[in-house]
């Protein structure tokens, strides 16, 4: 596997541009194959959407290939999961594409823990219509980030395999040629926090003393390689640099949100002394200021949670919210506040409910302290709150023994992806209880590839 993992450089280019590309070891008849065998689907069938790997169960040969694994290892942890929604993209000739989108955009943090992954079954020069993609606007939450770069081409190989963080701007671009250009898309998402490198590291410093992208941004940019390799990046806290407490406050709010970030990222420089003036910012109107506030918390990083705890009894609802999504962002460092998370499942916000149960997906998955209270969690009539609390469960993993019972209550939910991670959920659990559960599930709704409007039976 270790030859397989990305290197140093590569993390560089993927924490700077948000997203790195592969090429599996398969050969080009494989991918002929695949091709010939998509349009057939279309062709018949229609788009398969999430049962894309079902119908054409090659494609798991792509997502098993060790060019492939060893990049998602690299960039989530070895315990990677692949999430149950993905989609077959088709471009047609003569198309003329898409406008620059995000499908991520409205989680408020920069951290690895949701990967898009796009294969191309087919050779795709740029008159076949490739997936444009805008390197760094993965940072960006407003339509800012569609303009930070001149637009790029994941142009290559059939069998080119591009992974880019979940809030990338992307399009499908323009097809000028005859061909139909496909393109398979997957969601994968990190289990565990970073506690080390998961990469072919070799460097402990970020740049180390050549800066790597924008030079506004350096700071940014350590902060991600610091979480990757799962350490706290402390080597500027005290060092102001010349700016004011003050000064960059008011910028989070900046004229551009470029400026806000490089404000966020510059905070840390005064380590515990920013924390009060950070947390005083959620309670702020504008939601830019929340934001960039809680990218300059998590950057401040074990300083910050005491405060944050203190938020969750805020009167104010998007106070509330905004601390406890801060928390789940710091992760392991916010394991001492695990107790005022379960607290909070009880509030009557939605969303601040739905975003502690996330944050309790990241602190506690050392321990079950927050089991009994997901479980509950699972009967809540907020569909945003169910989701998180399957998906929390599956992080806990084997500490979530408890849960069995109740992840088999949700097993055919109203709700697809409650369905599909409560299945995971209860494979990372991994007891006899929960692979009985599991298996018998499994043999009730197994998929048959083979059947079709022609073939029946």
């Given at each position: 596997m270790a030859a397989h993992l990305l290197t140093d450089a590569q993390m560089r280019y993927f924490i700077v541009n948000g997203y790195v590309t592969v090429t599996t070891a398969l050969p080009a008849q494989f991918h002929d194959a695949i091709y010939e065998k998509t349009m057939t689907v279309f062709d018949k069938e229609g788009n398969p959407g999430n049962n894309l790997v079902p119908r054409i169960p090659e494609i798991q040969k792509i997502l098993d290939d060790p060019n492939v694994a060893g990049a998602l290892t690299s960039l989530l942890g070895a315990d990677y999961y692949m999430q149950p929604h993905r989609h077959p993209h088709y471009n047609p000739p003569g198309s003329k594409g898409q406008g620059l989108h995000q499908d991520g955009g409205k989680r408020w943090s920069h951290h690895t823990r949701r990967l898009l992954v796009f294969y191309y079954p087919q050779d795709t020069p740029l008159e076949l219509g490739p997936t444009g993609v805008v390197p760094m606007s993965h940072y960006y939450s407003t339509r800012e980030g569609a303009e930070v770069s001149p637009e790029q081409p994941v142009v290559g190989k059939a069998g080119t395999v591009a992974f880019a963080n979940y809030d990338l701007w992307h399009r499908a671009m323009p097809n000028s040629s005859e061909k139909r250009r496909y393109m398979m898309k997957f969601l994968y998402a990190r289990m565990s926090e970073p506690q080390e490198p998961t990469w072919a590291n070799k460097e402990t410093d970020w740049a180390n003393g050549t800066p790597v992208g924008p030079a506004d941004h350096q700071g940014m940019f350590r902060h991600l390689w610091d979480w990757h390799r799962g350490v706290e990046d402390k080597d500027t806290h005290g060092i102001s640099n010349g700016e004011s407490l003050s000064g960059l406050i008011s910028s989070l709010n900046g004229t551009s949100e470029s400026i806000g970030l490089q404000a966020a990222y510059a905070l840390p420089r005064f380590g515990e002394k920013a924390v009060p003036a950070l947390v005083r910012c959620l309670e702020d109107e504008s939601e830019m200021t929340r934001r960039n506030a809680c990218y300059a918390l998590n950057a401040v990083g074990?300083?910050?949670?005491?405060?944050?705890?203190d938020a969750l009894k805020d009167s104010c609802e998007y106070v509330r919210s905004n601390a406890s999504e801060a928390l789940g962002d710091l992760g392991n460092k916010a394991k001492p506040v695990v107790p005022a998370l379960v607290e909070t499942l009880g509030?009557?916000?939605?969303?601040?409910?739905?975003?502690?149960?996330?944050?309790?997906?990241?602190?506690?998955?050392?321990?079950?302290?927050?089991?009994?209270g997901l479980v509950?969690?699972?009967?809540?009539?907020?569909?945003?709150?169910?989701?998180?609390?399957?998906?929390?469960?599956?992080r806990i993993g084997e500490n979530a023994a408890d849960a069995v019972e109740g992840l088999q209550n949700v097993l055919f939910d109203e709700n697809r992806y409650v369905r599909g991670d409560a299945v995971h959920a209860l494979y990372r659990i991994g007891t006899p209880a929960a692979k009985a559960v599991l298996l018998h599930h499994l043999e009730t709704t197994r998929w048959c590839p083979l059947t079709s409007n022609e073939s029946t039976f």
């Open positions: 074990t300083a910050a949670v005491e405060m944050l705890r509030d009557p916000s939605g969303s601040v409910r739905s975003h502690a149960i996330e944050a309790l997906g990241t602190t506690s998955q050392s321990s079950s302290v927050a089991v009994p509950k969690a699972l009967k809540d009539e907020n569909i945003g709150v169910r989701r998180n609390a399957v998906f929390a469960l599956a």
